[in-house]
């Protein structure tokens, strides 16, 4: 069994600030990557960032410039520090990993998603 523990979200006024966290925990072998994903009311789950065990990041074009993605790994943790936040940053935020639970056999895994509300 593998869970991922979501907290963080919440309502916030443009242009303020939010931090997610997500923690992964169970029987892990290796975590390659880390990230976050939204899905809007009517909108397709969209790609956030992610960061590779190697530590890189990537970033969706609406979001550089105010998000920070990172990685903890000892901690089996990922955070995503959202600054200067939009109205249409509005959506469900979904953790998710990459992971092995058996040497060399990888899949992805889901949180539970967390509702980040941003108000004008």
């Known amino acids: 069994q593998v869970q991922l523990v979501e907290s963080g979200g919440g309502l916030v006024q443009a242009g303020g600030s939010l931090r997610l966290s997500c923690a992964a925990s169970?029987?892990?072998?290796?975590?390659?990557?880390m990230g976050w994903y939204r899905q809007a009311p009517g909108e397709q789950r969209e790609l956030v960032a992610i960061v590779t065990s190697g530590g890189s990041p990537t970033y969706a074009d609406s979001v550089k410039g105010r998000f920070t993605i990172s990685r903890e790994i000892g901690k089996n943790t990922v955070y995503l520090e959202m600054n200067s936040l939009k109205p249409e940053d509005t959506a469900v935020y979904y953790c998710?990993?990459?992971?092995?639970?058996?040497?060399?056999?990888?899949?992805?895994?889901w949180g539970q998603g967390t509702q980040v509300t941003v108000s004008a």
């Open positions: 169970g029987s892990i072998v290796t975590i390659n990557r």
């Open positions: 998710n990993v990459y992971l092995s639970r058996r040497v060399g056999v990888f899949a992805d895994y």
